[in-house]
């Protein structure tokens, strides 16, 4: 009952006489010296990445967390580090406060924003290739190196692959012809199996929609779900012509592509091509630019969802940021670091989203 008092008292200060509001809007000002302390605090991250290297990587953050909060005076027993089955189910344990803070893309963020907040921004090393003429990030020569400043978008693309009926559909992109839907229609999509993935649903869909007359990945005929792993293994395979990934998606997979099905590469065995990931892998389309990832706050819990808590996890992650075990901790989702967001910088983000929703 106390904690329910809290809550509703913390809506009226915010929202006025709004006293049929049934959840926290903004947060509060302040917490008391009993919210400076947890037994645990819950963060989770999204499968982006295969999860049991999510967990490897991030190993040691819950330590480096409970230390620096501990200068800014809370103290915390312990950190529970989980990786969701799917962007969605990150998104539904921050509604449900069942986790506190999750690393959300920004197009999971934006639907499920109404239960929670967005306070910090992820910032990545920016490319060397920026364009967004396909052709040009074609071939050895065009090879994608993480080289840039520090910026807070990225694109996604769309990759053809070594199949009969990727080549050609790469060899009319190289020639700079546009590709027709009938063309798109006829291959073998892999995307993503969460919808509100940005570079592997959302923004691919918006692709389509502003090049094909509002035609959107349902629309194709042929298409398979899974990670970004599991579609560039299957694009190795041959089993699917198409996939979309982020812009340094090749990059990524650059050993594994290469690799011979009998060693171990950093994500399993590899996949046995025997000419580089460059050659093989073209792209055939580029997506509008991708606010960066967020690290979002459950609005269900007050002692974590107000300004002080806000204010210590954000110098917290920054100077964690700033030592060699986080620097490896957040390169997971090749993070360089991050600057506090409000929901606000996300509404061209939401705009997008609701396009593609339509």
């Known amino acids: 009952m106390k904690k329910l008092f809290t809550v509703l008292l913390a809506v009226l200060m915010v929202m006025g006489l709004a006293a049929c509001s049934q959840k926290q809007e903004t947060p509060t000002e302040e917490t008391t010296d009993a919210g400076k302390h947890f037994e645990t605090l819950h963060l989770q991250f999204v499968p982006s990445r295969p999860a049991e290297e999510i967990i490897t990587t991030t190993d040691g953050l819950g330590d480096l967390l409970k230390e620096e909060l501990g200068k800014l005076g809370y103290t915390v027993d312990n950190v529970d580090i989980s990786v969701s089955s799917s962007f969605e189910a990150a998104g539904e344990a921050l509604s449900a406060g069942s986790v506190e803070l999750a690393w959300l893309p920004s197009g999971t963020y934006i639907v499920y924003s109404d239960e929670c907040d967005v306070i910090l921004t992820a910032t990545r090393a920016g490319l060397s290739n920026d364009s967004t003429n396909p052709a040009d990030w074609n071939g050895e020569a ?4 993480r080289n840039g400043p520090q910026v807070s978008y990225y694109k996604g693309l769309i990759y053809a692959g070594p199949s009969a009926k990727g080549q050609e559909l790469a060899a009319k992109v190289n020639a700079g012809e546009k590709l027709t839907w009938e063309d798109l229609d006829g291959a073998v999509w892999g995307v993503s199996s969460s919808v509100t993935s940005n570079a592997g649903y959302s923004f691919p869909t918006k692709w389509l929609m502003d090049n094909y007359d509002g035609k959107k990945i349902t629309d194709l005929s042929h298409v398979v779900q899974g990670n970004y792993a599991d579609n560039f293994q299957k694009l190795a395979a041959e089993q699917i012509d198409i996939t979309v990934c982020y812009a340094d998606g090749r990059t990524d997979y650059e050993e594994d592509w290469s690799a011979a099905t009998t060693t171990t590469t950093s994500k399993g065995a590899g996949w046995g091509r025997e000419k580089s990931i460059w050659e093989e892998v073209n ?9 960066n990832d967020t690290i979002a706050i459950t609005k269900a819990n007050p002692d974590v969802y107000n300004e002080e808590f806000i204010s210590a996890f954000r110098t917290a ?13 957040i390169a997971i989702y090749t993070h ?3 600057l506090p967001a409000t929901d606000a910088d996300y509404e061209p983000m939401r705009q997008a989203l609701a396009a593609v929703q339509e």
């Open 142 to 145: 065009n090879k994608t190196l």
């Open 283 to 291: 792209v055939i389309g580029v997506t509008d630019n991708i606010y």
């Open 317 to 329: 992650m920054d100077n964690i940021c700033q030592t060699e075990k986080g620097k490896e901790i």
């Open 336 to 338: 360089e670091g991050y």
